[in-house]
């Protein structure tokens, strides 16, 4: 139910003007470790961007994102666990692209998961998680509105607390610069 009131808010915010030029919001699926991914995730460009003088540059964002994992392991006892995170962003992309800008990225936020169990055979023994990704992508349309991206998120506790599971996942996301 709720999923839905977030996929209704995101396609309103599509729509919307320019007041949240800098935002953007983002879909993403993944899968890993016998547990599938979805994510809805706002974000708040930096304000500054370093190394502009040639044809690429650094940039970033902050991203604030809630995630839902279904455990589907053979082993039993899936469960769902929600997750929120809050991460900054690094990106190197294209500078004054034309039709498309491709770029890589790369991350390390922190998470509040729960339940700390997603299934028999995988049990995190914190709710406070690290999450790291890199990732690769490109920015399409007129203005670059669009981006298409591929992300590999691992997510654990930096070894703070055992058991120290940690789960990987392969992501793809689609997001709408405003």
């Not at 970033?60 to 899936?78: I, K, L, P, V, Y």
């Not at 998961?113 to 990704?133: K, L, V």
């Not at 991206?149 to 610069?177: D, L, T």
Request: proline share 3%.
């Amino acid at each position: 139910m709720i999923m839905k009131y977030i996929v209704g808010l995101l396609a309103g915010l599509l729509f919307s003007t320019s007041a949240f030029a800098g935002y953007s919001a983002a879909v993403e699926y993944g899968n890993g470790n016998a547990t599938n991914l979805t994510e809805v995730a706002v974000t708040r460009d930096f304000e500054r961007q370093w190394f502009t003088d040639g044809d690429w540059l650094v940039s970033g964002f902050w991203e604030a994102s809630f995630a839902n994992w279904q455990g589907h392991s053979d082993a039993g006892n899936n469960r769902n666990i929600s997750d929120f995170g809050l991460t900054p962003a690094f990106r190197f992309q294209q500078k004054n692209p034309s039709g498309w800008a491709p770029y890589v990225e790369g991350a390390i936020g922190f998470h509040l998961i729960s339940p700390t169990q997603i299934n028999t055979e995988r049990r995190f023994s914190t709710a406070f998680q690290f999450g790291d990704h890199v990732g690769f992508g490109v920015r399409l349309g007129e203005h670059q509105q669009f981006d298409l991206g591929y992300r590999f998120q691992h997510v654990s506790n930096g070894g703070i607390k055992k058991p120290n599971s940690g789960i990987n996942f392969n992501e793809v996301r689609f997001a709408y610069h405003f």
